[in-house]
């Protein structure tokens, strides 16, 4: 038996949580990493190359990873904060049997700025995504409840609208056909509800709603789930869940009547393709194909580097069986601007 990075992961995770204290993070560390690793571990291994060439792997961890590879250990099943996820090793090959999934990609539709909690600015997360050869990508910076990640206020909304519409213009007179939409990540509180009024949201090309808080409780929030949904002034629902690897399971809910729900108000869910979020995942996202749902998918950066996690959201979609028709990314900006007017009821 071969080990594969998600295995490699839930092993450092197992370690991890026979420890306390600094060796515990290092652990923890290690098993996050391993699911962003862009290449398989036995792959650096069979090429002769150091482990340590993969990132959180200390001469001590690789030595572990080694020996797990040389003989690979009896894998328990993974608890449920951590089952379900992919490693982006694995979704690259997933990507590269289906190439066409990758080729026909049209944007990414969640990613932050330094608006909120990003770290570079809108122009140049653009530049990073024409570099991929994009159409479109959304700049969903947080909405003005979400304090913590440095949410922005009424007015710095419209100041950034401002900002994007000079953007567009001045990639328009460099002839890049190329659009930044004007959206927002906005934060639906325990009810549902959303953080902006209608006016707030109206000038925007797309609405993002997420959840935020209270991810870990135990009750039924169906109803949470229901009302965000079915928020008129919601074109996609944002990591519907909420789960976070080896952190939390989210929001718990009868998920199949959400996502009735949301195709029936023509709600898309989000495929987050952060390698720490990856929600929805495949078993959840079949679950939402059967009820008819769209979808979209956000590579949720908060760097440029991070576009290229968008691998995991399409390996998740091909894996689900989700046709292209199916998903917002593969609409032309055109398509994309008909589909948010059908939403809203145009």
Request: with cysteine; hydrophobic share 40%; charged share 25%.
């Amino acid at each position: 038996m071969t080990l594969e990075n998600a295995q490699i992961s839930e092993l450092m995770a197992q370690a991890g949580d026979r420890y306390e204290g600094q060796r515990q993070r290092a652990y923890r560390r290690a098993a996050r990493h391993a699911l962003m690793w862009p290449e398989q571990a036995a792959d650096v291994l069979d090429e002769g190359r150091p482990l340590t060439d993969l990132s959180a792997l200390g001469p001590r961890l690789s030595g572990l990873v080694r020996s797990w590879l040389n003989d690979p250990p009896e894998i328990p099943k993974r608890p449920e904060t951590r089952a379900g996820f992919m490693s982006f090793a694995h979704a690259r090959e997933v990507t590269a049997a289906s190439p066409s999934y990758k080729t026909d990609l049209r944007g990414d539709l969640q990613m932050h700025t330094v608006d909120s909690d990003g770290s570079l600015t809108a122009s140049e997360m653009a530049a990073a995504a024409i570099a991929l050869g994009y159409e479109y990508i959304a700049i969903t910076d947080h909405s003005i409840g979400l304090k913590i990640a440095g949410g922005m206020s009424i007015d710095e909304m419209a100041a950034q609208r401002a900002a994007l519409d000079a953007l567009n213009e001045r990639l328009s007179s460099q002839g890049s056909d190329f659009t930044v939409l004007r959206s927002i990540e906005m934060n639906l509180d325990t009810s549902g509800k959303g953080d902006l009024s209608h006016e707030d949201v109206e000038p925007l090309d797309i609405v993002v709603g997420s959840f935020h808080s209270k991810l870990r409780r135990k009750e039924d929030q169906t109803d949470r789930g229901l009302a965000a949904v079915s928020n008129p002034d919601i074109h996609i629902l944002g990591h519907p869940r909420g789960r976070m690897f080896n952190s939390r399971l989210g929001v718990l809910g009868d998920w199949a009547r959400i996502f009735a729900t949301a195709a029936e108000h023509h709600t898309a869910l989000e495929l987050n393709s952060h390698p720490n979020r990856q929600d929805l995942d495949v078993e959840m996202l079949r679950l939402a194909s059967d009820s008819g749902c769209m979808f979209s998918i956000g590579t949720d950066a908060h760097v440029d580097w991070e576009l290229q996690f968008v691998d995991l959201g399409l390996a998740a979609a091909i894996e689900a069986e989700i046709p292209k028709e199916r998903i917002l990314n593969f609409m032309s900006h055109e398509e994309l601007v008909a589909w948010v007017d059908e939403a809203n009821g145009g």
